[in-house]
């Protein structure tokens, strides 16, 4: 809980910022009349979540109407003439320096914290170079965003050299937001992960699929290829360790199987407490079709104390798809039909005898 000091010092710096922000607008609408060729918005400076870094956020309204706002946390190096150790309360100005212009940016700061405006100039070579390499239609708005993602000449050679299919600009840009480099890459062709496709890349990095991720599977014997298998395992929460404790259990479930398990819920525990119910040994699509149609651990018991000790798993998976329920045949025992088979009361069941 917030001590009331605490609570005062938030109220302070976020009026601090407020302050600063209303005391550069008009600076900022002067400017960008005056000034053709660059791009003014407001920034916002506050400590990071982790040593030399600072959580950096650069806001603009667009002229055909719209805002933006992009926030995270940036290393300390790139602000270049920036002090912002300093105690206190200071005017600052510093520039971050990209391939694709430069971010001229002034206000103040108070003990980390504090906003101001910016000035983006566009490198006027950035475009020509990038065309150079095969990376076209890039405009003003284009341009500050790889700016803002740091996609640098030298980046997008080192993509261009991965021979890729599908890499354009958006790619480029897409590749930097989600953290796809050259690194990573050599990484999953080192695990024998095929990787051809840009869009491929993003999608493993969304959701997930990284060299360990591959190598853990490997380990526990399963060689998977296809690339949208590996993205359906992370989805679905297919791990290492499921696959090591269901050959453990006896099973050899391929890729589908292993989809088809997590989306339903038979997983190793629910095995597990399947074969104390006297069920093991079950096949796969038998375990799945029981998750389908309800067939639990306690439907089972239930039926033992009805009189039912072990019927077939396809007579369990007739009784939940029909509505033979413990519930159905205490019904009919109290009324002295006591000595049914599975196979009549689902045929009751069937023809609607209640």
């Known amino acids: 809980m917030q001590t009331e000091e605490e609570a005062m010092a938030i109220h302070r710096r976020q009026a601090l910022i407020c302050y600063i922000l209303l005391a550069f607008t008009l600076v900022v609408t002067l400017i960008a009349k005056a000034t053709d060729n660059t791009t003014t918005g407001n920034w916002t400076m506050s400590p990071g979540s982790q040593p030399g870094t ?21 290393p300390l190096s790139a602000f270049r003439g920036l002090d912002a150790s300093k105690p206190g309360k200071q005017e600052v100005r510093f520039t971050i320096a990209r ?7 002034q206000g103040y700061l108070e003990n980390g914290t504090g906003a101001g405006v910016f000035h983006f100039t566009p490198d006027p070579n950035y475009t020509r170079d990038m065309k150079a390499l095969g990376f076209v239609g890039i405009d003003a708005e284009k341009q500050i965003s790889m700016a803002l993602m740091d996609v640098t000449l030298d980046f997008a050679r080192k993509m261009k050299s991965e021979n890729l299919n599908g890499l354009d600009t958006d790619q480029l840009i897409a590749f930097r937001i989600h ?42 014997g399963m060689h998977v290829t296809d690339n949208d298998e590996l993205v ?5 929460g297919v791990t290492p360790e499921m696959v090591r404790a269901l050959h453990e259990a006896g099973y050899q479930p391929d890729a589908d199987n292993l989809v088809a398990m997590r989306i339903h819920g038979a997983t190793p525990e629910w095995i597990a407490s399947l074969q104390k119910a006297g069920y093991d040994h079950m096949d796969i699509d038998e375990l799945i079709a029981f998750r389908i149609h309800g067939v639990s651990p306690d439907f089972i018991e239930k039926l033992k104390s009805l009189g039912y000790p072990h019927p077939d798993p396809d007579q369990l998976v007739a009784m939940r798809i029909h509505g033979v329920s413990p519930e159905y045949i205490s019904q009919l025992q109290a009324r002295g039909l006591k000595s049914l088979t ?13």
Not at 54 to 73: I, P, Y
Not at 193 to 220: M, N, Y
Not at 232 to 236: L, P, T, V, W, Y
């Open 342 to 354: 599975v196979d009549q009361l689902v045929d009751m069941r069937i023809h609607g005898i209640n």
């Open 232 to 236: 359906a395992f992370r989805i679905h």
């Open 179 to 220: 953290g796809v480099t050259p690194e990573f890459i050599e990484a999953l062709r080192k695990e024998g992960v095929r990787v051809s496709e840009a869009d491929e890349l993003v999608a493993f990095r969304i959701h997930g699929v990284t060299p360990e991720f591959v190598a853990g599977l490997r380990k526990e």
């Open 99 to 105: 391939d694709a212009g430069k971010f001229d940016c």
């Open 54 to 74: 600072v959580e950096f956020g650069l806001m603009r309204h667009h002229e055909t109407g719209g805002f933006s706002h992009f926030q995270s946390d940036w």
